[in-house]
């Protein structure tokens, strides 16, 4: 525990100024981002007496070992500076609104040449419209089925379109009339793109115009008795309306507004956010959040604004936002806003009407959400907090190991060999933490032997950066320069100046645990205490889980220790090995599913993915472009004559795949028949012998 007026800034250092600060552990990571109005002032609030501080507020300072601060000439820009540090460095002690789920949005793919409606969750993407968020993915399509008799738009992958397109057969929903079937052609790519068009005018709110036209035409179709038609037109009517009664209207004037209450106590906060579009509620949200230090509801309140508006622009930050509380000052907050959507938008507390009623149901919502939270989060710590202390006393450590990192070793058959390490904290999966190795050290199999490379190769990387020097001895431990440790994802570790102290981002390796559990027994435990003793760390402790029996080893003991069945502790063992199980599994197939992707064109020099691509898209297959010559190869869009000749000499020198076979039949599948050839647009694994079953069990 830090003293804070050991790294107190001097009288005078601070400026008069807007800012944006930084609070930094001892390991150089980021804790806490704030900005302030004065620097100087807001600063000096922290270097108090420590009795004065808010418990949480207390915990804050007496983790860091450093502040830093940023200068910046308005309260806007110190606004977007916080927003994009805490996107950056995702401190602990920030106010982090958690979402308890992944909320889905209606998406219509308007970049597309054929414009998809489906489900959406995850991050928005470019060119694509969004409606919602709603709570429930069965409502989205609820309504999208009532809405495609109206508005027939594709809502079929781009497999099966392909697949409609290539058999000249539409798909069920276009036999029966909800789909426009632009497969085979029956609708003009512009006609399809209009079509989707007034779908997405029809779900923001502009429902009066699609009503009336229908009504006249209905009217016009029962004046010519074409009684048929005006009975279909009539039912399409019914559709839209019953569409509509799915979300009542709530405001006048078809209102676009979203509307954000707060339910807190001393400890936590509760917002809910009601997004209303054309004066009907289109979709509801919540989030829950720690109160790190003692925050008023305005502060909550902008917090609040920055995780909703802080990625979108345009229409998707509406003209109006209600809340229960201004922010302090209100201004930049408004202005930011404004410049987000391109234009005016109203920050204000309702006072009186419908919308005043709407804010209080908002409340009720809120206040509802928090109680939720509260009863479901005391169960939780609580029996978090009992696995840990039960795993303190089984292995005999001085206190309840908050972090805790778990090892495993994949393979199949000896090929493909990787590690992965998944790490929890406070009983939590920390998935950021999260990071896989390449065995280099030798070939072939051998689990005790990869866990000591793992091990080792972790915490050198430790002491290395506990040094803070950011410098790395070349080819150490393999030709990626990184050790062959990937993060969680691809984003591959690398060296030099993305691991210095003062670039901000968390250092990969620099926060050590307080257990090492590794999958295994007593050889697998050895292994890993003994690359810990090489390194001459004598701090943390490890042990094993073993599959058969559930038991844990420790190292230098002969038996092992055996928790009761009921023990949460062993629970939470169970959990984090079989979570460091799946990720490094994972890991495993997806490497060796690259490895049989691979194509005879991956060999060919100055032939890049997009020219690869569109020779796989001209022939069909490498069995065909195989036997093209080289006058057909010329034919492809990009590819000369000398490419054309080098592409040819290469398919000459591989060696054909061998055909695939389903284990079924017996029967020896070509392209015709949809093998899976190993081509770059057959990303699926080639057919082996052997039942699923059996092939399961030969992964490691």
């Not at 806007?76 to 889905?104: G, M, T």
């Not at 695939?660 to 190993?678: C, F, L, R």
Request: with cysteine; proline share 5%.
């Amino acid at each position: 525990m830090a003293d804070p007026s050991s790294y107190r800034p001097r009288p005078g250092e601070i400026p008069d100024s807007p800012g944006v600060y930084r609070f930094r552990d001892e390991h150089r990571r980021v804790i806490y981002v704030g900005k302030a109005k004065s620097l100087r002032q807001r600063l000096a609030s922290y270097f108090q007496d420590l009795a004065n501080l808010h418990p949480r507020t207390r915990t804050m300072v007496t983790t860091a070992a450093s502040v830093e601060w940023t200068v910046v000439s308005t309260e806007v820009e110190a606004l977007q500076l916080e927003y994009s540090w805490i996107k950056e460095y995702d401190p602990r002690f920030n106010v982090k609104y958690r979402d308890d789920k992944s909320y889905p949005y209606l998406a219509v793919t308007m970049n597309e040449e054929f414009p998809r409606v489906q489900v959406m969750r995850g991050h928005k993407k470019k060119g694509v419209r969004y409606f919602g968020p709603y709570g429930h993915a069965w409502a989205i399509r609820d309504t999208v089925d009532l809405l495609l008799r109206v508005f027939p738009v594709r809502t079929c992958s781009a497999g099966v379109f392909k697949n409609a397109a290539r058999t000249g057969r539409p798909c069920l929903l276009g036999y029966i009339g909800k789909c426009s079937a632009p497969c085979v052609e029956r609708i003009s790519p512009d006609d399809h793109w209009d079509l989707a068009d007034e779908f997405c005018d029809f779900m923001t709110g502009r429902t009066g115009t699609y009503l009336r036209r229908l009504e006249r035409q209905m009217a016009v179709a029962a004046e010519e008795m074409e009684y048929e038609r005006a009975a279909r037109l009539r039912d399409d009517i019914g559709a839209l309306k019953k569409a509509m009664e799915k979300s009542a209207v709530v405001l006048a004037d078809a209102t676009d507004a979203d509307l954000i209450a707060v339910a807190e106590d001393e400890l936590e906060a509760a917002v809910q956010i009601f997004h209303v579009r054309g004066g009907r509620v289109r979709g509801q949200r919540g989030w829950v959040t720690d109160k790190v230090e003692e925050i008023t509801t305005g502060a909550l309140v902008e917090h609040a604004l920055q995780q909703l508006y802080g990625e979108e622009t345009g229409d998707a930050v509406p003209k109006e936002v209600l809340v229960p509380a201004l922010p302090d000052p209100v201004e930049p907050v408004q202005q930011w806003l404004t410049e987000r959507r391109g234009s005016g938008v109203s920050l204000r507390i309702p006072q009186r009407g419908d919308k005043k009623t709407l804010m209080e149901t908002v409340q009720r919502n809120a206040q509802q959400a928090l109680v939720l939270h509260k009863t479901k989060r005391a169960s939780d710590l609580t029996t978090r907090s009992r696995a840990l202390e039960e795993i303190a006393d089984a292995l005999g450590l001085d206190s309840a190991p908050l972090r805790v990192e778990c090892y495993d070793i994949s393979h199949l058959q000896g090929d493909d060999v990787v590690a992965s390490m998944v790490v929890f904290e406070d009983g939590l999966a920390r998935k950021s933490e999260y990071r896989r190795f390449q065995i280099k050290g030798f070939a072939g199999q051998d689990d005790v032997r990869s866990m000591h490379e793992v091990i080792t190769r972790r915490f050198r990387r430790y002491l290395a950066e506990k040094e803070q020097t950011g410098e790395w001895v070349d080819g150490e431990d393999g030709e990626d320069g990184a050790d062959g440790t990937e993060a969680n994802g691809d984003r591959r570790l690398t060296e030099g100046p993305a691991l210095k102290d003062d670039d901000g981002r968390p250092k990969r390796f620099a926060y050590p645990p307080q257990l090492v559990v590794v999958d295994g027994g007593q050889p697998q435990v050895a292994a890993a205490q003994r690359a810990l003793d090489e390194l001459g760390i004598d701090d943390i402790a490890v042990c094993g889980l073993a599959k058969r029996l559930e038991e844990v080893w420790l190292p230098r003991e002969d038996d092992p220790v055996v928790l009761p069945r009921t023990s949460e502790g062993l629970y939470l063992l169970q959990r984090v090995r079989d979570e460091a199980h799946r990720f490094a599994i994972t890991y495993q197939r997806a490497k060796r599913a690259k490895r049989f992707r691979s194509s005879p064109l991956d060999d060919v020099p100055g032939l890049g993915e997009t020219r690869k691509q569109a020779l796989i898209k001209h022939f069909g297959s490498v069995k065909k472009l195989r036997s093209a010559t080289i006058d057909q190869i010329c034919e492809v869009p990009g590819i000369g004559r000398k490419t054309a000749e080098t592409v040819a000499a290469a398919l000459a020198r591989a060696t054909p795949a061998a055909p695939a076979v389903n284990t079924a039949t017996g029967e020896i599948m070509d392209d015709e028949d949809g093998a899976p050839e190993t081509t770059a647009d057959a990303p699926g694994e080639p057919v082996t012998a052997g039942t699923p079953d059996e092939r399961r069990g030969q992964e490691r």
